[in-house]
């Protein structure tokens, strides 16, 4: 746990930079640009892309927001200027998923756009983006997982999240304050493997010709979400949340279905492009 990682003073001002914020700046920034050029090297109008992948992004951070206050409510209600505050807190990573798709979707139209190789494109930069959030969340010491005895379990320091949620749950009872935290799962570090395995496979259907444009990216967009309803049950629920426990399995059931309905789709005859199915048929 790093939260802090440079402080010093710019003339009379002194400057601090947190982890949490700049990770997720740098991971939003990485982001756009990976992407962009991405989709240019496949032979996509960069400027296009740049603007289709820019207002994605934008409202993916929004959809971030809205998800969280869908689920932790009572947080927002007690201090309703959190809705449109730009602090670095209340995000919700699918939140910023499906808006994201969404907005990618109409701008790619908007814009004349290949859709499905535009988000065949985006991969990268999807996956360069968790990761570098996840690392800010690591050093933060949020998104901790739930207890373990596992030899890589990670034993966050007094006062981290961790060492709150297992006071305020009772899981070290009064012995909490003498310091003692339980070791948890780095569930920041679980997500960082899915999303660079489940972006290595997609990498290695777009090399191959024979794959619909689309399946790629749905391939990493299903792998990655299996990951994460077997993450639910890693992460110990917020204190602060304010969602039934069923909201999150059912949200995922539904994105899985459909992610897996589309991905079927594209791999049969229907969603193969024409110029891939020629190249299949030997014409």
Do not use: K
Not at 110 to 129: C, E, F, N, T, Y
Not at 149 to 160: A, C, H, I
Request: charged share 10%; proline share 5%.
């Amino acid at each position: 746990m790093h939260p802090v990682l440079l402080n010093f003073r710019l003339g009379g001002t002194e400057v601090v930079l947190a982890a949490y914020s700049t990770l997720y700046v740098l991971a939003w920034v990485v982001a756009l640009a990976l992407g962009t050029v991405v989709a240019w090297r496949r032979g996509l109008s960069w400027r296009r892309a740049l603007l289709s992948y820019g207002g994605a992004l934008v409202v993916g951070i929004a959809g971030a927001r809205l998800l969280d206050l869908a689920t932790n409510w009572g947080v927002y209600a007690d201090d309703s200027a959190r809705i449109f505050s730009l602090q670095f807190r209340g995000f919700s990573l699918y939140g910023a998923f499906i808006l994201a798709l969404a907005a990618g979707a109409v701008l790619s139209w908007a814009l004349r756009l290949p859709s499905w190789r535009l988000a065949d494109s985006a991969v990268p930069a999807i996956v360069a983006g968790v990761v570098l959030m996840r690392i800010g969340c690591f050093l933060e010491g949020c998104c901790f997982g739930t207890v373990t005895s596992l030899p890589w379990g990670v034993t966050f320091p007094t006062g981290s999240p961790a060492w709150s949620w297992q006071l305020v749950s009772g899981q070290r009872g009064l012995l909490g304050f003498t310091g003692l935290v339980h070791p948890v799962h780095p569930t920041q570090i679980y997500e960082m493997i899915a999303a660079l395995v489940f972006g290595g496979l997609a990498a290695w259907l777009m090399l191959r010709r024979r794959v619909a444009a689309g399946v790629p990216f749905l391939v990493f967009a299903l792998g990655f979400t299996l990951f994460r309803v077997a993450e639910l049950y890693l992460r110990p629920r917020s204190l602060t949340a304010t969602q039934p426990g069923w909201f999150y399995p059912v949200l995922y059931a539904a994105i899985i279905a459909g992610i897996a309905a589309l991905l079927i789709w594209r791999t049969m005859g229907s969603g193969v492009d024409p110029a891939t199915r020629r190249r299949v048929s030997g014409r």
